[in-house]
């Protein structure tokens, strides 16, 4: 039996559902979804994510957004993290979760397993996940340079010094470990080639 004067207990005999207590999460303005970028990349532990504009899978020659990871060294494969995700946008620990941007303009796709299979998750699960992390590591932006001419190889090397992720160095025209080039996206027929 409820009391009039007892919080935690109402009387739905004669209670007016418009009168009960509603709560509303609040949206912490710091944990919004990031601008969808060209190319990406993320490292976390012996693992780097890349994404950026790939050919399609389907044999056309349009260019679809796709994401790929590799693992540590000396097995340097390429793996295609799958077509639901085009962008890598945060990992946290110690949970392990990582997340990313829907294709085609998709919400915010979950993965805990490094992106082997995903499931799609509404913004407010992507903000409570990031809220309760101790950690969170975010994507980095590789910024596209368009210029007149030759780019001067310090410019080029001064951004792979600031760009460097454990034995990864994410320059703007390629990907190296440990000096060895993994990836160049300047030629025609970049070196990645996804399992």
């Not at 799958?82 to 919400?107: D, K, R, S």
Request: with cysteine; charged share 15%.
């Amino acid at each position: 039996m409820c009391h009039s004067t007892t919080l935690s207990c109402i009387d739905l005999l004669h209670s007016d559902p418009y009168n009960l207590p509603h709560y509303v999460a609040m949206r912490n303005p710091l944990v919004q979804l990031p601008d969808r970028e060209a190319n990406t990349f993320l490292n976390v532990g012996d693992i780097l994510f890349y994404c950026a504009r790939a050919f399609s899978m389907k044999g056309s020659l349009d260019l679809v957004r796709r994401c790929f990871k590799i693992g540590k060294l000396p097995e340097r494969i390429w793996f295609d993290v799958g077509p639901y995700v085009e962008q890598i946008i945060a990992y946290t620990n110690p949970l392990g979760i990582l997340f990313g941007l829907g294709a085609n303009g998709g919400g915010v796709m979950m993965s805990k397993d490094l992106g082997k299979t995903w499931i799609s998750i509404n913004s407010f699960m992507y903000q409570r996940t990031l809220n309760t992390s101790t950690e969170i590591i975010t994507a980095s932006v590789i910024p596209w340079i368009s210029s007149t001419g030759s780019i001067d190889n310090t410019l080029s090397e001064s951004f792979c010094k600031m760009r460097v992720a454990n034995q990864w160095n994410v320059c703007i025209n390629a990907i190296y470990a440990n000096e060895l080039l993994l990836a160049d996206w300047t030629n025609t027929c970049p070196n990645i080639k996804p399992f």
